[in-house]
């Protein structure tokens, strides 16, 4: 193959070929190498993968004290969400995201196929008439066991909508590697956790992400904004989490490129792992 343009690096990107691992193309323009040094990674990770999603301002809060997150980052930010979401067998979402923002977690901006939707709400308590759930489209629905029986009677019939049952402890939640493990089990083993912040955050203290996309923009929402990633931080700043990194413009955004699974294979700290 020689050198290819943007469109057809995309089009690579998305190809059996990268998800097999097959050399990467020579770009024949900047964008084309933009396109694939960031996505790359992504699109060749072997076997399971876990990738989660984030757009901040830049004193580190994801929405304003009133839950508003819309235009928090730009619009070539949300371009790269869709391209992630393209990229991946099933984007996940906590149960906090749909009910605040009612998303549809499909790919609209970028040319690319829909994921599968999985909605993390151990209680059960996502609204029925939530787009994710009543649009048509298959989903699932990971509850605790606990509320396995009503949620399935919520959703009745042969529709899109498949309840999982999750363990789930009383003290600490569902545990993220369990979740993702039975995802895997359906075939569905390249996952973007989306959001929130606190569902991205219980996924990153349980050290189940192998990378992490920060994008940061120009705004400072204020002290008493949503705040984004909640990890418990060590005593001294040289203990801190220091993974490989890479730096992408997006705009006028930042995205930082984490590698959380180079920090994890050289021993380094994510919070309090939970397991």
């Known amino acids: 193959m020689g050198p290819v343009d943007a469109t057809a690096a995309w089009a690579w990107l998305r190809s059996p070929a990268a998800r097999a691992g097959g050399a990467r193309p020579a770009p024949a323009d900047a964008e084309a190498a933009d396109l694939l040094a960031l996505y790359g990674p992504v699109a060749t990770a072997p076997g399971r993968f876990a990738l989660a999603q984030l757009g901040q301002s830049l004193d580190g809060c994801i929405a304003t004290r009133t839950g508003d997150a819309v235009h928090v980052t730009g619009e070539a930010d949300r371009e790269h969400l869709?391209?992630?979401r393209a990229l991946v067998d099933a984007v996940l979402v906590g149960v906090g995201t749909?009910?605040?923002?009612?998303?549809?977690?499909?790919?609209?901006?970028?040319?690319?196929?829909?994921p599968h939707r999985v909605v993390l709400d151990p209680a059960a308590r996502a609204p029925l008439t939530a787009r994710v759930l009543s649009d048509g489209a298959p989903v699932t629905w990971c509850v605790a066991e606990a509320h396995e029986a009503a949620a399935r009677r919520a959703v009745t019939g042969d529709g899109?909508?498949?309840?999982?049952?999750?363990?789930?402890?009383?003290?600490?939640?569902?545990?993220?590697?369990?979740?993702?493990?039975?995802?895997?089990?359906?075939g569905l083993v390249r996952v973007l956790v989306e959001g929130g912040g606190r569902t991205v955050s219980r996924f990153l203290r349980a050290g189940a992400l192998d990378r992490l996309h920060l994008s940061v923009a120009p705004v400072l929402l204020g002290a008493d904004g949503t705040t984004g990633l909640g990890v418990p931080g060590p005593a001294l700043a040289r203990d801190a989490l220091r993974p490989p990194s890479r730096t992408f413009r997006l705009g006028d955004d930042v995205c930082f490129d984490l590698d959380l699974a180079a920090a994890l294979r050289t021993g380094a700290p994510v919070g309090q792992r939970e397991r």
């Open 82 to 84: 869709h391209r992630l």
């Open 160 to 186: 899109p909508v498949r309840v999982l049952a999750v363990p789930c402890d009383e003290r600490r939640g569902v545990d993220p590697h369990d979740v993702l493990d039975r995802l895997a089990d359906r």
């Open 98 to 114: 749909v009910v605040s923002d009612d998303p549809r977690l499909t790919v609209r901006s970028v040319v690319g196929r829909d």
